[in-house]
């Protein structure tokens, strides 16, 4: 006997729906940490030297790491810079507390400094050093900072509150 395979047209649409719900689900940008002078507008780039760097140490910004991250819901682009130096045997923003990572938005013609901190960007492998979330606080996503402390694992759950990032939530996690 022959069979001949026919396909219900509702299973199909209902396929292809889930298919089309997967790929447009919301989730961060998956890029992630590129050099500066790839991702970054030169006003920002200018605007990091003048914020962040002396004049007596001469740096160029657009070396520096930087992800641009856009969610869904987002109101506009959030630029995270880490402030360690490609190629460079000095890091300027790096010290005993760690070195510094900034988050920038859009604002008028310039950029407005949401995030000036200091973190330790060794973590456990399989682990970023920042996570963004689809979750958006006041237009902008949150953040999740896995940091290795001397308690164990840390996380720190940091959301915008309209003018800069703050702590929301620690949570500490047994070593592994």
Known sequence: MKRVLRFNPLLVCLVMLLALAIWLWPRPSQIGWRLAKEVAPLPLLSQMLQDNLSPTFPVDPGQMQMWRVQVTGQRQPLYLVDSRVEGSETQPLCGAIGCAFFGYIPQDSSFQRVLATYLHPHVPPGRSLIEPTTTVDNGLPRLVVNQLGA????QYTLGFN?????IQQIDTLARS
């Open 162 to 166: 309209g003018e800069v990032y703050e």
């Open 151 to 154: 308690e164990g694992f840390q």
